[in-house]
T-cell receptor, first 111, second 110 residues
Framework: SQQGEEDPQALSIQEGENATMNCSYK?????LQWYRQNSGRGLVHLIL?????REKHSGRLRVTLDTSKKSSSLLITASRAADTASYFC???????????FGKGTKLSVKP | NAGVTQTPKFQVLKTGQSMTLQCAQD?????MYWYRQDPGMGLRLIYY???????DKGEVPNGYNVSRLNKREFSLRLESAAPSQTSVYFC?????????FGDGTRLSIL
């Protein structure tokens, strides 16, 4: 079963605009991670936020986590055409600590 | 530094054939994972290996077997391929978190 559900499923914006993707998850987590997948490639880790953190920044990325609502958001500021990709959230929790992925948001940034 | 290498990149099989997907990592990670990704879906865990010599089932293990050959290598075997196993297969490794992924094996079963 999927842990996370991303919203929206697809997002199309112009270069320079901000992109916001949301993720909801079902069970308790130790941390929540965001990954990017370019077409035909593997996933690349972007950022990890721990369950005791509320917000984290990395370059143009800003991630928030609300454990009471079991939700997270990923904000990409000043988007670029190179940001075009699918973005996945993944919760890590449970005894084995394995990741459980959502279905992803497909972001298209038009030049 | 290659990271996680998967072979082959593409494969077409007939129903009932067997095949082994290979994965190797050069980052000295203890944990390795096999996922499958179907259209419009996130990744689902097939099997994982927390350390050399151990393997455990993930969410969707039926129809698959794995071998952790050594610390570097973790293979996934389909003994009798079925059309439902048509998918993109990803191998990943980690020291703790995050996970590092290969570029996948695209497998079609006719």
């Amino acid at each position: 079963s999927q842990q996370g559900e991303e919203d929206p499923q697809a997002l199309s914006i112009q270069e320079g605009e901000n992109a916001t993707m949301n993720c909801s998850y079902k069970t308790s987590i130790n941390n929540l991670q965001w990954y990017r997948q370019n077409s035909g490639r593997g996933l690349v880790h972007l950022i990890l936020i721990r369950s005791n953190e509320r917000e984290k920044h990395s370059g143009r990325l800003r991630v928030t986590l609300d454990t009471s609502k079991k939700s997270s958001s990923l904000l990409i500021t000043a988007s670029r055409a190179a940001d075009t990709a699918s973005y996945f959230c993944a919760g890590q929790g449970g005894s084995q600590g394995n990741l459980i992925f959502g279905k992803g948001t497909k972001l298209s940034v038009k030049p | 530094n290659a990271g996680v290498t998967q072979t082959p990149k593409f494969q077409v099989l007939k129903t009932g054939q067997s095949m082994t997907l290979q994965c190797a990592q050069d980052m000295n990670h203890n944990s390795m994972y096999w996922y499958r990704q179907d259209p419009g879906m996130g990744l689902r865990l097939i099997y994982y290996s927390a350390s050399e010599g151990t393997t455990d089932k993930g969410e969707v293990p039926n129809g698959y077997n794995v071998s952790r050959l050594n610390k570097r290598e973790f293979s996934l075997r389909l003994e009798s391929a079925a059309p439902s196993q048509t998918s993109v297969y990803f191998c990943a490794s980690s020291a703790n978190q995050p996970q590092h992924f290969g570029d996948g094996t695209r497998l079609s079963i006719l």
